[in-house]
């Protein structure tokens, strides 16, 4: 899932994308509670979800936890949609998933890690004996927020929508590639065409026909993008705006770029959910605040502060301050990395190589005021923690720290005849950290012999732009970075690297028509070890990696990063969701 929480972190400086990614749940990287205090907790023991398909509502009471109340959350990005089909970031997938929106399958968390369990569905799905059938029951008496029973019809109707790229971008990808007729099906709006992929058997049966093995589709099947939407109730894009709830809460006021607040959907059955609570009255979502104003209000606690939460990176003058008031901030585990991205159609390897090697990493970082609280240096683009995975010895000067080298860039640059190459790229020039950052990164570059072309841009623009795939500028569009959605490598490198994602806005390099990298090799490399073996391919997917930072270089990887949030004196139980990078909302209690 694209990251949404890296407006420090990202080399874009701003222009973050996000999540559903899980983090390591071992000993040493826990949950923190709101004792937890902050701390570095990121791992490179082996991440883990594991399945629970006895699971069952209602979710377990918490100790002490109060009702009532509103729970602000304020932070610095800008959601472009809240439409199901289109959820794509770590902030939208949290607020919906874990709030207002049910799916066949879901994550429980609790301080000994995270678990998949059944949502909606009576379990974790039956697969056939060729692999190629996945079959779900729903539960008796599903409904939505306005009192309409859930049925199977809408789960596949929630599903053929998902193929509606060119009217519903952004989303992910995977059942393209996975579902039967996927290849071809361009969704219900304008294919009328019969769906192969996933049909209703009865009013309680959804069976997912596959056109190759997919032994994660559990996983998959917590997406937003497997949430049921009736029909008849769609108003295309405008089913964003207040999309029906089958959740704990559901929306209340939506002001597009700037607020949304959440109210309690009478119609939740808590005794059917095993991972949620409806404790808080109301939810407040405030987009695009500064960081360092909103974590001093919060340290401070005041008013309406005492119960407010953010989940942005801890800023670093704030470190005295943080480090004097541990109990109100949490670090954990998280399933991201972020990267400096490259256009192969229109950037040559030899000067991708040079940007590796120019790549100002601690300017860039000191400039937006990161702290070692919020990231580690990352030399490869898939998170080390995945399981089967093997860190190798860093290629093309791609080490995640140090000031760069631009003297021999330059001579990289002149030895390639590409002296003042442009690079180009959009920063948000109404966010002080990305405009410090951008001057950084600017200097970076021009030391080095390139010509920049920087392209201010309004924050709330910038999913927009990120998602660009005509070219206008050659650097910093698709993911800022990327959260693996579970823990196994079929969750990053096809999202990401084939050349079947060039036009989708969340390839990384453009890798397809018009690039110089090899794609068809990268295409087969990666279609071999999903094939195999569960248990082999973390060893695969490290030669591919390895391959990928030496011979295609299509992004500079910068940080893997770590979960920081900071919440008021009267915000209680903040857990790290460790598969999706983000705080358990549903668990969290004010007073």
């Keep these: 899932m694209r990251w949404t929480k890296v407006v420090a972190l990202a080399a874009a400086g701003t222009l973050s994308l996000a999540a559903c990614g899980g983090g390591s749940p071992s000993d040493n990287n826990k949950s923190n509670s709101s004792s937890g205090g902050a701390g570095s907790s990121t791992s490179s023991?082996?991440?883990d979800a594991a399945?629970?398909?006895?699971?069952?509502g209602p979710a377990p009471e918490i100790s002490g936890a109060k009702k009532g109340g509103n729970l602000t959350i304020s932070y610095s990005n800008v959601p472009e949609t809240f439409d199901p089909t289109r959820a794509f970031y770590q902030d939208t997938g949290a607020i919906l998933g874990q709030l207002v929106l049910r799916s066949l399958t879901t994550y429980r968390v609790t301080e000994k890690g995270s678990q998949l369990v059944p949502d909606l569905a009576t379990d974790l799905g039956k697969q056939s004996s060729d692999g190629l059938t996945w079959t779900f029951t729903l539960k008796d008496n599903m409904k939505y927020s306005d009192g309409s029973v859930i049925k199977a019809a809408d789960v596949v109707y929630a599903i053929k929508r998902s193929f509606a790229v060119k009217e519903l971008p952004d989303g992910p990808s995977y059942a393209q590639s996975y579902l039967k007729g996927g290849d071809t099906y361009k969704g219900p709006f304008t294919d009328k065409s019969d769906f192969q992929g996933a049909t209703a058997k009865d009013d309680k049966t959804v069976e997912i026909h596959l056109a190759k093995k997919w032994p994660t589709f559990p996983y998959y099947a917590a997406f937003s993008q497997v949430s049921p939407i009736p029909e008849a109730k769609d108003t295309k894009d405008k089913y964003g705006d207040n999309p029906l709830a089958e959740g704990p809460y559901?929306?209340?006021?939506?002001?597009?770029?700037?607020?949304?607040?959440l109210k309690k959907n009478p119609n939740w059955d808590a005794a059917s959910d095993p991972a949620r609570h409806q404790y808080v009255d109301s939810y407040t979502?405030?987009?695009?605040?500064?960081v360092k104003p909103t974590q001093t209000a919060i340290l401070a606690s005041n008013g309406p502060d005492a119960t407010t939460l953010n989940w942005d990176a801890f800023d670093s003058t704030l470190l005295s301050k943080i480090n004097q008031q541990k109990d109100q901030t949490v670090t954990g585990a998280d399933p991201c990395v972020s990267y400096f991205n490259m256009d192969t159609r229109k950037i040559p390897l030899a000067v991708r190589k040079a940007v590796a090697v120019a790549y100002p990493f601690d300017q860039i970082r000191k400039a937006g005021g990161v702290t070692t609280l919020s990231y580690a240096p990352a030399t490869s683009y898939m998170a080390p923690q995945i399981p089967g995975f093997t860190k190798y010895a860093p290629v093309n000067s791609m080490t995640g720290q140090g000031t760069g080298d631009p003297a021999k860039a330059k001579q990289m640059l002149k030895d390639a005849g590409k002296e003042n190459f442009e690079l180009s790229w959009y920063y948000s020039q109404d966010n002080p950290?990305?405009?410090?950052?951008?001057?950084?990164?600017k200097a970076g570059f021009e030391a080095a012999g390139f010509k920049?072309?920087?392209v201010g841009i309004p924050k709330a623009d910038a999913r927009k732009h990120r998602a660009e795939t005509d070219g206008k500028v050659n650097t910093l569009t698709g993911p800022a970075g990327w959260c693996y959605d579970w823990p196994s490598g079929d969750a990053w490198y096809p999202n990401l690297f084939t050349s079947a994602v060039q036009l989708t806005g969340q390839s990384v390099g453009f890798l397809g028509a018009g690039s110089d990298a090899d794609y068809k090799s990268i295409d087969a490399d990666i279609n071999r070890i999903i094939a195999l073996p569960v248990e082999q391919q973390g060893a695969e997917w490290t030669k591919l990696d390895e391959k990928l930072a030496k011979d295609v270089v299509p992004a500079v990887p910068t940080s893997y990063g770590k979960a920081n949030y900071m919440f008021g004196k009267q915000v209680h139980n903040v857990i790290n969701d460790p598969n999706r990078g983000m705080p358990d909302l549903a668990q969290v209690w004010v007073g």
């Design 45 to 47: 023991a082996p991440a």
């Design 51 to 56: 399945l629970d398909p006895n699971a069952k």
């Design 285 to 290: 979502f405030n987009f695009g605040t500064d």
């Design 250 to 261: 559901m929306f209340d006021k939506y002001v597009k770029g700037q607020s949304l607040t």
């Design 433 to 441: 950290e990305a405009v410090k950052q951008n001057a950084a990164r």
């Design 452 to 454: 920049v072309k920087d």
